[in-house]
């Protein structure tokens, strides 16, 4: 094997960052996470650079800003032929290869996931795998699908899916109501993810150093876990989710939200108990397959050379404030699960310093010894995580963090998180997590506030929307403005 250590990305869609023990949940049972945990570090502050699935995803590949690599919905991602960090490890030497839902396709009902290997190319993955989600299992073939028809099993599980949908899109889903699939454990698409990367690992003989990208479909809805996962949780032992709704004014992509929402309304504590037992059923079932591929890494002796990672795309607001999915600033939908084990682990230890994914689009490709993408807006992580917990650096961070969807930019420097419409500058959000760590009251009209809202504007989101792409913007409005229902919590 080369010199150079290979590289695991694990990136799950929509696990929340407060959902691992290693992060002090009370319950979650993620030991294969907890363990990567022991072994590395844990950074408690990531945050998703856009609460929706295709333009954090984008911003993960491209290293841009929603703003500039223009996907401001889930609607179409980046450029494929644009900046690409998978393209910058693969040119430094790497073997590039993705087993999962990457959400950067192009594509139509009815095809094959092997129809689009070529844009996955394009983006700089030489071995591919591509899923899809289990959203659009309905009409998108791939290799899970090509599996689940193998085992006379894909029928069935359409029928779900389609009912699912019906549901989804009629605005009467109630999740804890959603079923467990069809199909045995063995058979979910999160298994089958895991167990197609484990293989991928066993596998390998190649002459270079791999960078391998597994991509969970899971924990995203529905949270159609399977039985004997759903068993090992009491629903009671689950902490009531924040229940109370936002607060007015609510900003326009809160709105949408809390109508996509509308069967939340009258959700009882019970209930949210419940939904949160099928999801964390389903962070389980992952949990277990990224054991079976730390299995197959211990087996072929690569622990020793290999930086492992784990986050995910965005969270998931699992009730909180009454919303279910995305596409909204609080902590629920924008926090994301951040640990790094580098070659061989190290001893534990945790960093409360604000980080994104940015952060993490320039540590691999330090750690690939890449060229770095042209805007470098992230900073590489690697020397704060070797230098320990005693240095001087270890709790560093961002100054602030942004995140944008639909339209909508955000600020957030530790204290507050300060929204605006990206097109007109209007404000529309202003959250005090200091005051209000529950984020109840959006106080974006409060006097009392004025300087700081005066200076999160001028000092950080002016300078950066000065760089939106115009055309690309004006292309999302035209394709949000053609759609009846817009669907931003699509994927």
Sequence with gaps: MAEKPNILLIYTDQHRGDGMGCTGHPVAITPNLDRLADEGVVFRKCYTNSPLCVPARSTLISGQYVNQHGAWDNSAPADRHGPSHVRNIRDAGYRTALIGKTHLLSRISGSHARDYEYQLRDWGYEDTMELGSTVNAGGYDNAWTDHLAEKGLLEAYRETIREYNRINWSFQRRPWEDPPAPIPAEDHIDSFCGRKAAEWVQNYKGDRPFYLQVCFPGPHPPFNSAPEYRARYRPEDMPVGILESPSEPVPPYVDFVVRWSGQLADMTPAQNQLMQTFY???????????GDILGALEERGMLDNTWIIYTSDHGENLGDHRLNQKVVFYESALSVPFIIRPPGGIKSWQCDGLTDHLDLVATMLEIAGAEPLPDRHG??????????????????????????????TMVYDGRYKFAIDAKTRQLVEL??????????????????????????????????????????????EERFAARTRPGINRG
């Design 431 to 476: 959250l005090d997590l200091a005051d209000d760590p529950r984020e109840l009251r959006n106080v974006v009209n409060e006097p009392s506030l004025e300087k700081v809202r005066s200076e999160l504007l001028e000092r950080y989101l002016d300078p950066l929307l000065m760089n939106v792409d115009q055309a690309k913007f004006k292309a999302f």
């Design 280 to 290: 964390y059923a389903k962070v389980t079932m992952i949990d277990e397959r990224i």
């Design 379 to 408: 900073r590489s992580l690697v020397s704060q995580i070797m230098a320990g917990p005693g240095s001087p650096g270890a709790q560093n961070g961002r100054e602030v963090i942004f995140s944008e969807v639909a339209g909508y």
